[in-house]
């Protein structure tokens, strides 16, 4: 008993040490993007950034109080979305702004997935309705989307942008979480094994009609790793796996873009000045900021197309420095771990598997674009969750966090310890 309480006054001093740092940190970096930008700032600015400095701190407080739940997660979160913010308001002062009302609706969507999960017990029985909800999500895309980038992944409404594929990405969690925590019982049914690979492989399709090469590698992730934890039939993971390299082959012969993006992570300084412009530029600005950065607004992370979203790691890392690039890759493997920890941990099948899903789509989405932007892989036009210009990503990762909270409810870190 006294092991317990002590745990908890360490947990206890621990989250207001965490906080203090986080309100220091985002008031750090919130000022410095008010500041380099002096001349392009109003009053409406700086009430703005009080507002959401004060929803940061606020909101960090009271969500282990509200949900009973994990504290770091929407910790790490603000974090990230501080860096991201201070980088996009240096880069595009419209950019920045659009960035934090975003930011404001993805926290009211953070809080009420989180109750909504809360409310309603039968998530894992409504799998007919994930496929429902992804099907139409897809075939409004392929009828109403415009194409953006060499992929038609796009719904333009007037002044709203939308990516559905985002969006996909939660019902596709839910999915296979339902799958997997009722397999026993589907299993049973004709085919009822291969649900979830019929299923994917559909989805793939679309992402293959609408040319988004990069959200379908996601979802083969999701599908192989889920496999890889919860399936025995190894060598069903063997096909799937020759599938994803056939697939590969087959869309770098079917698309030009693809020709391009391979040839250019092969050898971007044979045409620097045309398709290899955007990676070396971005590799130059890596490079240039040495450990420490430039300092906000002293680089010309401008010369980078499209720093704002698919190379924003760049920029922060020619400002901010190579160690601050490292602080987010820790935070992001931060947040990668505490979603396996509560898979671990959750003693609900349903939730335990939602959490791994999660986790596995943020490692992914993390990796894909931070590999194409360090030139580890060919380059594919994802975002970093949480830190890239976007409003569908910023929300449809704030859902996600919300259902990760729900499923890390009512679990006690301090009991492991007593053990």
């Known amino acids: 008993m006294l092991k317990t309480l002590d745990v908890e006054q360490k947990e206890k001093k621990y989250i207001r040490k965490s906080i203090f740092l986080l309100f220091i940190f985002s008031f750090l970096a919130l000022s410095l993007a008010l500041i380099f930008n002096i001349s392009n700032v109003s009053t409406t600015d700086i009430y703005t950034y009080i507002a959401i400095l004060v929803v940061i701190v606020l909101s960090t407080i009271l969500t282990p109080k509200i949900t009973k739940a994990d504290n770091i997660l929407l910790l790490i979160v603000n974090m990230l979305f ?59 895309t392929l009828v109403f989307g415009s194409y953006i980038g060499g992929a038609k992944n796009w719904i333009i409404l007037g002044p709203i942008t939308v990516q559905p594929s985002e969006f ?149 890392s020619e400002e901010m420095g190579i160690f601050m690039g490292l602080a987010v890759i820790l935070l992001f493997m931060i947040l990668v771990y505490r979603s396996f920890k509560i898979s671990l941990i959750q003693q609900d099948k349903f939730l335990s598997i939602l959490a791994f899903c999660i986790g596995v789509l943020f490692a992914f989405q993390t990796f894909i674009i931070l590999g194409g932007v360090l030139k580890i892989i060919p380059l594919t036009g994802v975002t970093l969750p949480f830190i890239s210009q976007g409003g569908s990503s910023m929300l449809s990762g704030f859902i996600l966090l919300g259902c990760l909270q729900y499923c890390a409810s009512d679990i006690k870190y301090g009991d492991e310890t007593d053990e």
Do not use: C
């Open 168 to 316: 996909i990405k939660i019902p596709l969690a839910f999915f296979v979480a339902s799958f997997y925590s009722r397999y026993n019982e589907v299993s049973m049914k004709p085919f009822g094994r291969y649900y979830m690979n019929i299923l994917i492989y559909i989805f793939i399709g679309f992402l293959f009609l609408q040319k988004d090469l990069g959200t379908a590698l996601i979802f083969f992730g999701l599908m192989i790793l889920s496999q890889f934890v919860y399936e025995k039939d190894r060598v069903l993971i063997t096909l799937n796996i020759v599938a994803m390299i056939f697939g590969s082959i087959l869309a770098y012969f079917m698309f030009g873009h693809v020709r391009v993006r391979v040839a250019t992570w092969l050898d971007p300084w044979s045409d620097i000045d045309v398709t290899g412009y955007q990676i070396t530029q971005a590799l130059f600005a890596t490079a240039s900021g040495g450990l420490f950065g430039t300092g906000i607004g002293l680089g010309h992370p401008d010369y980078v197309p499209v720093a704002e979203s698919d190379f924003i790691f760049s920029a922060i």
């Open 82 to 140: 501080a860096i991201g913010v201070a980088m996009i308001y240096r880069l595009n002062p419209s950019y920045g702004k659009r960035q934090l009302q975003f930011y404001l609706v993805g926290i009211v969507l953070f809080f009420l997935t989180f109750f909504i999960l809360k409310s309603f017990k039968f998530w894992n029985k409504i799998s007919l309705f994930y496929v429902t909800i992804s099907v139409a999500l897809f075939m409004a």
